[in-house]
């Protein structure tokens, strides 16, 4: 299939009830593109950036607020933690919240005060600053996301982001983007030429886990239709299966989506699958809590770890991830695969080894080359 014969997906897209923009940013391109496509949506200038007070964590999932991005873009990834394997994994943060509403979303924690889904301006400013990473770093290949704080997706219809990012990337040899999403907000990628720099990655489940924990997301199906389409644009694609949960008919779940996952594609080109168990910190659990009809998740059984955070107990987790390697080896035995914050000791009983600390991107990122 040919870019320009690749038909574009009709799924709803989200809009926000109301719209802010920062009264200094009203000009700026992102502002104005906003403006554009939410023409029937209020929109707000405010000096004062506190749009609301921090209520209803769901509520401020309906509000956009536009504004500048003051601090650093790229970070290092928060998951790399006492005691667990690191994938050494950047992130830049264009974005932060999402209008999605998984039960599990560490957000919740994260961003407690936050009352909205802001967007960021100054792109040029991040890009600027990956740009003398990469400068200053000739020698390394870097692995960089935009997923953390953010779907990298969900918001692409109103901000056009993917339009700068990726011919960015396109241009630089020693790094590679990965797009996280569990949206089908494909159609910008699909004009777009990757140079094979971008790893558009989906965060999937079983259909059962989608349908009962991914508030607001698109089923299973319609994910691996917008992977088809980028898939056949050029673009490489990753898997992130995570959070594993145990839950009733759980292996049949998962290989049933490995199955569904991976039929209709070319998993030559799939750049890695990741796994990782639900986990939680004690924050977390207190926010789920806090929410009417969220404690479901509440009820698995969950122990303490090293860093803080409470996960299904060790036996199970590897039982878990030694049936889902069986089941993706199945399907092709040379897709990359890892396991996400993890101790040493878990990859040792489920791939044999572990790899040194923060080998795990750069193995990634070389098997690209
Ligand atoms: S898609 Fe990701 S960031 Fe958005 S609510 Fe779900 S877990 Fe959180």
């Given at each position: 299939?040919?870019?320009?014969?690749?038909?574009?997906?009709?799924?709803?897209?989200?809009?926000?009830?109301?719209v802010w923009i920062e009264c200094g940013e009203v000009d700026s391109a992102l502002a104005q593109r906003v403006r554009t496509r939410l023409s029937g949506?209020?929109?707000?200038?405010?000096?004062?950036?506190?749009v609301a007070e921090p209520d209803d964590f769901a509520a401020g999932k309906r509000r956009l607020?536009?504004?500048?991005?003051?601090?650093?873009?790229?970070?290092?990834?928060?998951?790399?933690?006492?005691?667990?394997?690191?994938?050494?994994?950047?992130?830049?943060?264009?974005?932060?919240?999402?209008?999605?509403?998984c039960s599990y979303c560490f957000l919740q924690d994260y961003l407690t005060n936050n009352p909205a889904v802001k967007v960021f301006t100054n792109v040029a400013d991040g890009l600027s600053e990956v740009d003398a990473v990469l400068r200053a770093h000739p020698q390394r290949t870097f692995?960089?996301?935009t997923g953390e704080l953010a779907d990298s997706l969900a918001l692409d219809h109103l901000t056009d982001l993917s339009c700068e990012l990726v011919p960015f990337f396109a241009k630089h040899t020693n790094a590679l983007l990965e797009l996280k999403t569990k949206s089908d907000c494909v159609d910008n990628l699909?004009?777009?030429?990757?140079?094979?720099?971008?790893?558009?990655?989906?965060?999937v489940n079983t259909p059962a886990i989608v349908a009962s924990e991914e508030g607001g997301t698109i089923p299973l199906e319609d994910r691996m239709a917008?992977?088809?389409?980028?898939?056949?644009?050029?673009?490489?694609?990753?898997?992130?299966?995570?959070?594993?949960?145990?839950?009733?008919?759980w292996e049949d779940g998962y290989r049933d989506a490995i199955e569904l996952i991976f039929r209709r594609l070319d998993t030559r080109r799939v750049a890695w699958v990741s796994l990782g168990?639900?986990?939680?910190?004690?924050?977390?659990?207190?926010?789920?809590?806090?929410?009417?009809?969220?404690?479901?998740?509440?009820?698995?059984?969950?122990v303490p770890g090293p860093d803080g955070k409470e996960r299904m107990w060790?036996?199970?987790?590897?039982?878990?991830?030694?049936?889902?390697?069986?089941?993706?080896?199945?399907?092709?035995?040379?897709?990359?695969?890892?396991?996400?914050?993890?101790p040493a000791g878990v990859w040792e009983k489920v791939f044999g080894e572990a790899p040194p600390d923060r080998q795990v991107a750069e193995r990634l990122v070389a098997d690209l080359r």
């Open positions: 299939m040919t870019r320009d014969s690749v038909s574009f997906a009709r799924a709803p897209r989200w809009v926000p009830d109301a949506t209020p929109v707000h200038v405010v000096d004062d950036l506190g607020v536009v504004q500048r991005h003051r601090g650093t873009f790229l970070q290092h990834c928060p998951a790399g933690t006492t005691g667990m394997v690191c994938c050494n994994y950047l992130v830049m943060n264009f974005a932060s919240n999402c209008p999605f509403d692995r960089i996301g699909l004009r777009l030429d990757p140079k094979d720099r971008v790893v558009v990655s989906w965060s917008a992977a088809s389409r980028v898939q056949a644009a050029g673009y490489k694609l990753g898997f992130h299966f995570d959070p594993l949960i145990a839950h009733d008919g168990s639900l986990r939680m910190t004690p924050r977390l659990k207190a926010a789920i809590k806090a929410r009417p009809s969220r404690g479901r998740l509440l009820t698995t059984e969950l060790r036996g199970l987790r590897v039982k878990m991830y030694r049936r889902m390697l069986e089941w993706l080896r199945q399907v092709d035995d040379r897709m990359p695969l890892y396991i996400c914050m993890e």
